[in-house]
């Protein structure tokens, strides 16, 4: 076996000029979807670059939002593939990038050594691209691939993913073949020790407003002149009102009726994952690179990871009302409006999130208070630590003498729950070694040389070459 | 008295281009205290202005802050009036300005005729340079002035006149000398009624925020992923339920330990002219200029202005935290802040605001949430209805042939109070014939025309004229 990866590994490091090519090709075509700019030349260039590697057949799908680019590689293998990935990123209009988010540079970062700083560099479409290379590599070395691939890459998961729900139903029956979802990702810390995550958090996102138009009460169009606050009533604390309902004082309670009740508690798998977890947990290291001074009621270790990963919460992202420039403007505002999720845990539904706050409100006499879905959601998902593609997953990170951090969940979200829920009902894993951050963040970056703490873009290869040949054996 | 007011009224008429003109190079000099553009060389202007129309002495005094222009006016009369004015004004870089803000153009607004709209037209650039013109009319005729002038023109009204009490005590000997104070406005409403108000309110503007690194829970220094939630708090929760404790949940009735402790109830006096307000009092064409629907607890009539006009208030002008753009970012922001104000009604003291407000939050164990004060503020002054300055300026009007709807106070704020508390005393007179509008918006306009509904340049000259021969004759 170690034979075998050599060859392979051998020519993935001859083609390393060749491979970061690949990868900038993809990076220097903008595709962000928040701004809907250059996505559809991104799907062409996807589509290509499926082709390009060997797929039978990739096209282009429509949906009501930003196509799919589905792909088919038939490699007559017993085990198939559906890989799941994104072409779509965040904006880059943030100050203080360092190289043109668009260029594809890389350059020296210490301490990671050669790193390609980029919009898409981490989130995802680097991963995206060193699969491929991956894939082209296996087939230069071995001729034929260990499995099937099915390739799924949607240009919408910066939007929620919102009308990927709408290609499954079209595409049920051949997504159906697939045995595992796979989602490549640079799962090591600043350190190089790989996160294994074996499932996500679901989320509602949605926006609360109180305006004086639907109130029927205090200004109606437009904010007036605050001296006014005397005699017409004040949307503003009226909303402050409802939020306050909604917590214990602290915030961290959620008092919303039904909130918990179909919280799952973390089973025997789950408490001995943490249990192992909380051995390598670096507390001290999340609290500098969050810059946070405790974890709620001062929590450490375990109870804090408990928390963190089984707890659903109720957030506010932001809220606005008024006047909020420098110095002094009198005002009695029309409207206040704030951004606010919930993550759902694991036997939490999304749809049952929406009703339950508007029956909170309706309870509390806020029934003026609106509610506006903004993205569709996704339910949790989760997968048990002992089915055979989370192993083969583990085991190809052992191959390549990594020793995982294996996390019952991320407290993040992902559209994993639209394969893994009915009617596909697949397991997946997500994973790779190498290391990118900043995601949604000024000078996003994946390590691409060897020689820091993390692995580079050669490794993160090899990594998924390793886990394509244990999907197979699983 | 008819035949001598003939006259001079007839000078204005004959001299309303020049007069025009002298609204418009006052205009024209652009004097954004907030954003300090112009001050220094419009504060030139004024001083100018002062000397051209024959005041003996005429100069900028520094302050720690923008400079006063001080110009006085010796006539050998009996009485001395302090003008208050200022040369400041709010910025004009909001969109939807049909014309140049200091274009200084004259366009035809229906239904008022011939308007010039540009920043200060109304506020209070265009009433200044009118009272200068009729200063200069009177004596053209007259060869003298019915009583002495000295002038206060400041430019920081827009920044809270926070350096005025600096320039007060300075001048504390000089300011002495007057008898009254006299604010030169146009006090028509839309359809010519003119308005007179015996006092303001006074005014305390401040923030409050709650930092996680003040806080030392939640986010210090930057916003963090929202899914952060599950084990760290949220100052924005926080500072909701700490918002939640000011007020009763309609948001009307301040909370707050001694809040209403010092408030005078309406008198004797103040109840007779609320009854003979309410009389020509138009309620609907309130609602219909604030599009509102209807006032606090749907009061109406005398009610309504009872609570309009003698209540204290705290309003929340703005509030903001986290993100605030269009769609989704999921955040879990490190700090919220509210602009909020306090309206003092008369007995209440400026100084107590902040203090109750601290004891407040701490008492409710809020001791994190910060207050920083944003303006010195200004006490509430009232003047009595019987005072013979303010039965002067009400005979003024009439002599003009105007009946003046006369109110107890406005609900808004003036830095009256400087001149009217001790160590000067002084009484305080605030009119003048003629409408503007828009204040602090786009499109702010002086009608100059006097066509229309409203009265227009020359007649609110020739108001300041009546205005001054009563207060001499008082």
């Known amino acids: 076996?170690?034979?075998?990866?050599?060859?392979?590994?051998?020519?993935?490091?001859?083609?390393?000029?060749?491979?970061?090519?690949?990868?900038?090709?993809?990076?220097?075509?903008?595709?962000?979807?928040?701004?809907?700019?250059?996505?559809?030349?991104?799907?062409?260039?996807?589509?290509?670059?499926?082709?390009?590697?060997?797929?039978?057949?990739?096209?282009?799908?429509?949906?009501?939002?930003?196509?799919?680019?589905f792909a088919k590689y038939n490699a007559n293998a017993e085990?198939?593939?559906?890989?799941?990935?994104?072409?779509?990123?965040?904006?880059?209009?943030?100050?203080?990038?360092?190289?043109?988010?668009?260029?594809?540079?890389?350059?020296?970062?210490?301490?990671?050594?050669?790193?390609?700083?980029?919009?898409?560099?981490?989130?995802?479409?680097?991963p995206l691209a060193a699969f491929l290379n991956a894939v082209e590599a296996i087939?230069?070395?071995?001729?034929?691939?260990?499995?099937?691939?099915?390739?799924?890459?949607?240009?919408?998961?910066?939007?929620?993913?919102?009308?990927?729900?709408?290609?499954?139903?079209?595409?049920q029956s051949e997504l159906k073949k697939a045995d595992v979802l796979f989602f490549p990702t640079a799962s090591e810390n600043r350190r190089g020790k790989p996160i294994i995550h074996l499932g996500v958090k679901g989320i509602v996102y949605f926006e609360l407003e109180l305006s004086g138009e639907k109130w029927g009460k205090g200004p109606t169009k437009f904010g007036i002149h605050g001296s006014n606050k005397a005699w017409i009533d004040s949307p503003v604390w009226r909303f402050i009102h409802a939020l306050s309902t909604m917590t214990t004082n602290d915030g961290n309670k959620v008092l919303i009726e039904s909130f918990y009740d179909k919280v799952a508690v973390p089973n025997e798998e789950d408490e001995y994952l943490l249990k192992e977890l909380v051995k390598t947990f670096?507390?001290?290291?999340?609290?500098?690179?969050?810059?946070?001074?405790?974890?709620?009621?001062?929590?450490?270790?375990?109870?804090?990871?408990?928390?963190?990963?089984?707890?659903?919460?109720?957030?506010?992202?932001?809220i606005w009302s008024g006047y909020i420039q420098e110095g002094?403007?009198?005002?009695?505002?029309?409207?206040?409006?704030?951004?606010?999720?919930?993550?759902?845990?694991?036997?939490?539904?999304?749809?049952?999130?929406?009703?339950m706050i508007r029956k909170h409100l309706?309870?509390?006499?806020?029934?003026?208070?609106?509610?506006?879905?903004?993205?569709?959601g996704y339910n949790p998902a989760r997968m048990s630590y002992k089915n055979k593609y989370v192993q083969a997953l583990i085991k190809a990170i052992e191959e390549m003498n990594k020793k995982p951090e294996i996390w019952p969940t991320i407290a993040g979200s992902a559209p994993f729950s639209m394969f893994h829920d009915p009617p596909l009902n697949l397991p997946f894993i997500e994973g790779g070694l190498g290391h990118g951050g900043l995601a949604h963040s000024p000078n996003e970056y994946l390590v691409v040389g060897e020689g820091g703490p993390t692995s580079g873009l050669r490794t993160l290869e090899k990594s998924y070459v390793a886990i394509l040949y244990n999907i197979a054996k699983a």
Chains 1, 2 share one sequence.
């Open 1 to 69: 076996m170690k034979e075998f990866y050599e060859k392979i590994f051998k020519e993935i490091d001859s083609k390393y000029e060749e491979h970061l090519k690949r990868v900038q090709r993809l990076i220097r075509q903008p595709s962000v979807s928040p701004l809907n700019i250059g996505i559809r030349d991104c799907a062409e260039l996807v589509k290509d670059m499926f082709l390009e590697i060997g797929c039978s057949e990739a096209r282009l799908v429509e949906t009501s939002g930003n196509p799919v680019v």
């Open 79 to 126: 085990k198939t593939v559906l890989v799941y990935m994104m072409y779509d990123t965040m904006p880059a209009d943030e100050e203080g990038w360092i190289v043109p988010p668009f260029e594809g540079k890389v350059i020296d970062m210490p301490p990671f050594g050669a790193t390609l700083v980029a919009r898409g560099a981490f989130n995802t479409k680097g």
């Open 139 to 171: 087939k230069e070395v071995t001729k034929e691939l260990p499995v099937n691939l099915i390739f799924v890459a949607e240009g919408e998961e910066e939007l929620g993913s919102r009308h990927l729900p709408e290609f499954i139903q079209k595409y």
């Open 282 to 318: 670096d507390e001290e290291t999340v609290k500098e690179q969050l810059q946070i001074k405790q974890f709620i009621d001062d929590k450490h270790g375990i109870d804090a990871l408990r928390m963190y990963l089984f707890s659903p919460t109720l957030n506010i992202n932001g």
């Open 328 to 355: 002094t403007k009198t005002l009695l505002p029309h409207k206040i409006t704030a951004k606010m999720d919930v993550r759902l845990v694991p036997n939490m539904r999304t749809e049952d999130v929406l009703p």
């Open 362 to 376: 309706d309870k509390h006499g806020f029934k003026e208070v609106e509610i506006r879905m903004l993205e569709v």
